[in-house]
């Protein structure tokens, strides 16, 4: 079966921290991969995507993944945390190239400790 | 250039009745999808329509339907409300299908059900 999943739905670090949000997926085929963040009342933001180019992906406001094939995983760091991180990240994947259907993992809530 | 947009951003109906959401998507943009997020179950796929024509659909019971018109703005419609089909329904629009192309999201209509 085809999924994604998110281990940890709170994680906490000090502002100025590295964030290590986790993220790993099953999958019989290659898969497109996301992080999205949400804030508070508001709808998703696309952060960074793998689509079989780089490995290494860089986003928005600092972020970065990178897609290890091996470890079947696709975790977001950022090497320093700022207040304005705080908010709910979700990792995504998409199976199909001609498709817009996304299977969202369950989500983190990332907390930054001034 | 204005975003994805929703309305109403809130709504409350009661078991039974039926409800139709509307999503205006960003100008050119021809994909239009819908996601609905609960506490319980997450972000799930509900259904994508490009060019007029459904593309796919999750696993969602058919009371759930949906359209799309030439202009490309898209409404959603739940009939038989259950208690369950109170959540957070999000729209995203992209340029074209597949993961390529970044999907851009509204803010949702939150939908509660009494």
């Known amino acids: 079966a085809q999924s994604v999943t998110q281990l940890g739905s709170h994680v906490s670090v000090s502002e100025g921290a590295l964030v290590l949000l986790r993220c790993n997926y099953s999958s019989s085929v290659p898969p497109y991969l996301f992080w999205y963040v949400q804030y508070p009342n508001q709808g998703l933001q696309l952060l960074l995507k793998y689509t079989s180019a780089a490995t290494l992906v860089k986003g928005i406001n600092g972020f970065e993944a990178e897609f290890k094939k091996s470890e079947t995983s696709f975790h977001l760091t950022k090497p320093s945390a700022h207040m304005s991180d705080a908010a709910e990240y979700f990792c995504?994947?998409?199976?199909?190239?001609?498709?817009?259907?996304?299977?969202f993992g369950t989500g983190t809530r990332l907390t930054v400790i001034p | 250039k204005a975003g994805v947009t929703q309305t109403p951003r809130y709504l409350i109906k009661t078991r039974g009745q039926q409800v139709t959401l509307s999503c205006s998507p960003i100008s050119g943009h021809r994909s239009v999808s819908w996601y609905q997020q609960t506490p319980g179950q997450g972000l799930q796929f509900l259904f994508e329509y490009f060019s007029e024509t459904q593309r796919n659909k999750g696993n969602f019971p058919g009371r759930f339907s949906g359209r799309q018109f030439s202009n490309s703005r898209s409404e959603m419609n739940v009939s038989t409300l259950e208690l369950g089909d109170s959540a957070l329904y999000l729209c995203?629009?992209?340029?074209?299908?597949?993961?390529?192309?970044?999907?851009?999201f509204g803010p949702g209509t939150r939908l509660t059900v009494t």
């Open positions: 995504a994947v998409s199976f199909e190239t001609g498709a817009n259907n996304l299977f």
């Open positions: 995203a629009s992209s340029l074209e299908t597949g993961p390529f192309y970044e999907q851009y």
